[in-house]
């Protein structure tokens, strides 16, 4: 098992551009979530999913969208880029009967220019 | 809402050493989680622990959820133990953690 595993793992953007990261998972798992990490700081949830098509606001939504349109996969959009978004990006997964035991990717850092 | 608190948020030891790292948290917790952030920014896993005590190996934990708290025992630390430990809650009725700020552990040979 690959477990969680993030696409790209850096990525260089400038201001006003979009990007999606890809986040995949292999264990089944039915909820995933995307957080950000700044320097110096836990992680804040961005979004999260409880299930295939469904998406859920977290603590720092805005300036970014999600989809689930398959079960192993959860993807984070960032529409126009801001230097502020510059940030690690980590996805993580859970299983619905203990969504708190989550399961973390390894990473993508963002650095908006 | 709730504040998840850790202590020291820096500590530095010799190998060989051991060290004590403490969550506090300032409501009722449905679960607690330790992970550790080792140097390449990967986050793993050590222990899910709602309550009691766990061990694996050099490092046991100990959650008192009715006193609002969590100990990480770190014994014989070695430098590939350094890193940053965060400790992250579960809500009653959520799915969502809430992390800590954590604590840097430095462990020099």
């Known amino acids: 098992n690959a477990g969680v595993t993030q696409t790209p793992k850096f990525r260089v953007l400038k201001t006003g551009q979009s990007m999606t990261l890809l986040c995949a998972q292999d264990m089944n798992h039915e909820y995933m979530y995307w957080y950000r990490q700044d320097p110096g700081m836990g992680l804040r949830l961005i979004h999260y999913s409880v299930g295939e098509g469904t998406t859920a606001k977290g603590e720092v939504p805005d300036g970014y969208n999600v989809s689930r349109l398959k079960k192993q996969n959860f993807l984070l959009g960032l529409e126009s880029a801001a230097p502020s978004q510059t940030s690690v990006y980590f996805c993580?997964?859970?299983?619905?009967?203990?969504?708190?035991?989550?399961?973390f990717g390894p990473g993508t850092r963002l650095t908006v220019l | 809402g709730i504040q998840v608190e850790q202590s020291p948020p820096d500590l530095i030891l010799q190998e060989g050493a051991n060290s004590t790292l403490r969550c506090n948290f300032s409501?009722?917790?449905?679960?607690l989680q330790w992970f550790h952030q080792n140097p390449w920014g990967q986050l793993i896993n050590l222990f899910y622990?709602?309550?009691g005590t766990k061990q694996n190996g050099r490092l046991s934990a100990t959650t008192v959820a009715t006193e609002r708290y969590s100990l990480l025992y770190i014994s014989s630390s070695q430098t590939t133990d350094s890193g940053v430990y965060f400790c992250?809650?579960?809500?009653?009725?959520?799915?969502?953690?809430?992390f800590g700020t954590g604590t840097r552990l430095q462990v020099f040979p």
């Open positions: 409501d009722s917790v449905n679960n």
């Open positions: 993580a997964s859970s299983y619905v009967g203990d969504p708190n035991e989550q399961f």
């Open positions: 622990i709602p309550s």
């Open positions: 992250a809650v579960g809500l009653y009725n959520t799915d969502k953690l809430i």
